[in-house]
């Protein structure tokens, strides 16, 4: 029933405006009736940040932005949803067109600029569907569902719209993402640099301890650029490490263009690049901080998966979990049940009980490699 959905609608949504096409796959998701993944073979279960994944896939950020379809996606065979990036007031985000297609890539350009229905849209849908007690369940019980958070562009202190967004998503969230490495917004990723960095992540974490007495444990996240520099990302895991947070997404969308893009034309559009093009740099990045972390919170690798080879040498460069986006644009629906079978094929051929050997076991000769370009 997948593999018709996709070869019914694919041909559709790339004749379609990119942003059309987006938002025609969230309604068919909202209506098709396809049938829901088998249950995942157990090896596949991974536990991060306190909570139990049923599988380490999830599904990134940018997709699901205003909380419409996070149950479709868990019923898909997803182990958690990314929804956001959710900012406190609604904004149009930035003028269209805004988000293109590399086609001969498998790449995407997106400016999108936080989007955003608001908090209070966002926060009703998933008031109505999550039970605070439940927030750590499998997909049958609740579903892991994390909550990407951003300022408003204008917003006068953006520190402020963190800790702000905090308060009011811990009760629902499993699970909350700063993130402060989106290239559309003008300035947001001068909270990377260290001194911005310690304050915001000592707010944020201090929220999160004032409302954990009725929201209970809110994991925080913090998700990076792939662009900092390697004396940057000292600073940034130093930080992170210091103030206590659970763990990190490497890595965002990139504002470099690879040499060997073919699109050229479509390349020069201003915006974050992902998808294919962007795998060996947020591979780096990933075993860079993997390196860095030394073990103390989890990694979640992001960006270039759209296979079972790329997500596997993901988990190997440090990722405990992983998440998908663009893979999905060129790839279908597929994608997620080669991916988790890629891994069991892994498992059974090495013999391993669970993935958790895999994680980081090829970090150190990541980094040894030529810088990608």
Known sequence: MIGLFDRLALPLLHALDPEDAHRLAIRLLKAAPLP??????????????????????GIAAGFDKHAEIPDALLHLGFGFVEVGTVTPLPQPGNPRPRLFRLDADQ??????????????????????????????????????????IGANKDAPD??????????????????????????????????????????????????????????????????IAPDLSLTELDDVVGIARARRVDGMIVGNTTIARPAALRERAVAQQAGGLSGRPLFGLANRMLAETYVRVEGVFPLVGAGGIDSGKTALAKIRA???????????????LKLVGEIKSTLIAALERDRQDSLKDYVGADAASVTAQEWPV
């Open 36 to 57: 829901g993944a088998a249950p995942d073979d157990t090896r596949l279960a991974t536990r991060a940040f306190g909570l139990h994944f049923a599988n380490p896939l």
């Open 158 to 223: 953006r520190i402020v719209d963190y800790v702000g967004l905090i308060a009011r998503f811990a009760p629902v969230a499993s699970y909350v993402t700063i993130n402060i490495s989106s290239p559309n917004t003008p300035g947001l990723r001068n909270l990377q640099q260290a001194a911005v960095l310690d304050d915001l992540l000592a707010r944020v974490v201090d929220a999160r301890e004032r409302v954990a007495q009725d929201a209970g444990p809110t994991p925080v996240l913090l998700k």
């Open 107 to 148: 790449g995407v350009i997106n400016r999108l600029g936080f989007n955003s229905e608001g908090a209070d849209a966002v926060l009703a849908r998933l008031a109505a569907r999550v039970n605070v007690r439940s927030r750590s369940a499998t997909a049958g019980g609740g579903g892991i569902i994390g909550v990407n």
């Open 318 to 332: 440090g990722a405990s979990l992983i998440q998908i986006y663009s893979g999905l644009v060129f790839r279908g």
